[in-house]
């Protein structure tokens, strides 16, 4: 890597914030990584103070919305180590989400040293006990101003952090989409692409106004199959059964949905990869074996669906003592906090 130049603030705000009031995503570290795209090279990777950036009004991501990124975690154990969570994969994804954009992909070493270095600089944002971690985001946006419709020459990768305990709070019920869709064959919607969630908001605006928290989205063409849950990869319990929906080109390939797939076959819970229909679960529904709905994700781990709407059919789920969902959830915590053993290699410590 090229030097990496380190800014560090004079004075830490982290005096001023209330830990245990921590509403996601709005509170952020002292500092942010940032490294410029520009004459066809990745330049000057800077640790600096986490500020407002100025960008050209005619910067291409306002106009053509080039724009990725990722969502990632660290965790602090009763030690004070620093693990990340299966990082690389983050890595691949971005870039992957990159190329299907026409921009630049990272390099790997700018990548970690960065994001390694920063939270060296951010250890005490990093709070240890259950529930508490640092959500990082990088992102890669297009800079070069000019509003000609063609992928941008110059580009900005950032990495920001925000203290956080739980995404989603209180209660969440879904409707099941039958008219919007999230992305479509051929598309982006596998791609942690700035546009796709943009597309999200309103078909969620109005599940809201009907009393529903989330959409659990369908196939484009029939949406007669299930795909995913507002921001999340859907898993249903079907008696003791396991199932999610294949991944594709619309379905994003989740880093947590993977977890829970090996967690599964570790725990001899039987899982199924496959598509899923509306019909099947609407049916599972009104004979008893539904026993569950959750969501996965990096921001939230695992959600528990308590109800879902489809059509003129509302249904409730059954409170389970012995849910998949809280047992997914606990067992893969204690693998990122340190707490009991990581076989499949998932934590990696940050250290200098």
């Known amino acids: 890597m090229s030097k990496l130049n380190i800014v560090p603030v004079n004075q830490s705000k982290i005096d001023t914030v209330n830990f245990n009031d921590l509403p ?18 990745w330049q000057n990777p800077t640790i600096s103070k986490y500020e407002p950036l100025t960008l050209d009004p005619s910067a291409r991501v306002f106009h053509y919305g080039q724009a990725v990124f990722e969502g990632m975690k660290a965790f602090k154990d009763e030690n004070d180590a620093i693990f990340l969570f299966r990082p690389e994969d983050n890595f691949e994804r971005i870039n992957k989400s990159a190329h299907r954009l026409a921009m630049p992909e990272f390099p790997k070493e700018f990548f970690f040293e960065g994001l390694e270095e920063l939270l060296l600089l951010e250890k005490e944002w990093i709070k240890k006990g259950a529930g508490n971690s640092l959500y990082i985001r990088p992102f890669v946006i297009a800079t070069q101003g000019a509003i000609s419709a063609s992928p941008s020459e110059e580009y900005k990768f950032m990495i920001i952090c925000s203290p956080a305990r739980s995404y989603y709070a209180g209660e ?24 796709n969630y943009a597309a999200q ?127 997914f959830k606990k067992t893969l915590n204690d693998i990122q906090y340190n707490i009991t053993e990581d076989k499949h290699n998932w934590r990696h410590k940050v250290s200098k």
Request: hydrophobic letters at 40%; charged letters at 25%; one cysteine or more.
């Open 201 to 327: 908001f309103y078909p969620t605006s109005l599940a809201h106004k009907e009393g529903y928290q989330q959409i659990i989205w369908t196939d484009a063409k029939s949406h007669e199959y299930l795909e995913e849950a507002g921001t999340m990869n859907v898993f249903f319990r079907i008696n003791d059964k396991l199932v999610t929906a294949p991944t594709n080109d619309r379905i994003l390939d989740g880093i947590t949905r993977k977890c829970l797939i090996q967690l599964a076959k570790d725990n001899n819970i039987d899982v199924e990869v496959r598509r899923v229909s509306v019909a099947e679960i609407k049916e599972a529904a009104k004979n008893g074996s539904l026993k569950e709905i959750f969501g996965s994700g990096t921001a939230a781990v695992i959600n528990p669906i308590l109800g879902f709407k489809h059509s003129d059919f509302k249904h409730e789920l059954p409170v389970m003592k012995d849910s998949y969902a809280t047992f």
């Open 172 to 195: 969440v019920r879904v409707i099941i989409a039958e008219d919007y869709s999230r992305s479509a064959d051929g598309g982006v919607g596998f791609a942690k692409a700035a546009g």
């Open 24 to 41: 996601f995503g709005t509170v952020f570290s002292d500092h942010m990584f940032s490294c410029d795209f520009k004459d066809g090279k």
